[in-house]
């Protein structure tokens, strides 16, 4: 079963920086996609960015310039570093993942997974 495990979070003053990191395990598998979504507290859940293996990376609106996503395959870990971090990105931030998991040689369609959260709050 594949599991994505998220790292990094915590407690940021405003204008500060934090580095947030999910790795991917469990099986053999093919990344299609990885990405970050959030939940502010009484918010519905966002996209804050995301990377298609071999596609440009997209980020929402309101963290460009700011946040960088990356991926390093070899490690099937995936990056969010967040810069100049705002009040409104306090949030708890999911890890997401497109994979198809690799079964006896079979390549089963790909799925969708989440990682259990980490909290990132920015406050003074």
């Known amino acids: 079963q594949v599991q994505l495990v998220e790292s990094g979070g915590g407690l940021v003053q405003p204008g500060g920086s934090l580095r947030l990191s999910c790795v991917a395990s469990?099986?053999?598998?093919?990344?299609?996609?990885m990405g970050w979504y959030r939940r502010a507290p009484g918010k519905q859940r966002e996209l804050v960015a995301n990377?298609?293996?071999?596609?440009?990376?997209r980020y929402s609106d309101s963290v460009k310039g700011r946040f960088t996503i990356s991926r390093d395959d070899a490690k099937k870990t995936v990056y969010l570093d967040m810069n100049s971090l705002k009040p409104e990105d306090t949030a708890v931030y999911y890890c997401?993942?497109?994979?198809?998991?690799?079964?006896?040689?079979?390549?089963?369609?790909?799925?969708?997974?989440w990682g259990q959260g980490t909290q990132v709050t920015v406050s003074a």
């Open positions: 990377m298609p293996t071999g596609a440009s990376a």
């Open positions: 469990g099986g053999t598998f093919s990344i299609y996609d």
């Open positions: 997401h993942g497109e994979i198809g998991t690799v079964v006896g040689g079979f390549a089963n369609p790909a799925s969708h997974y």
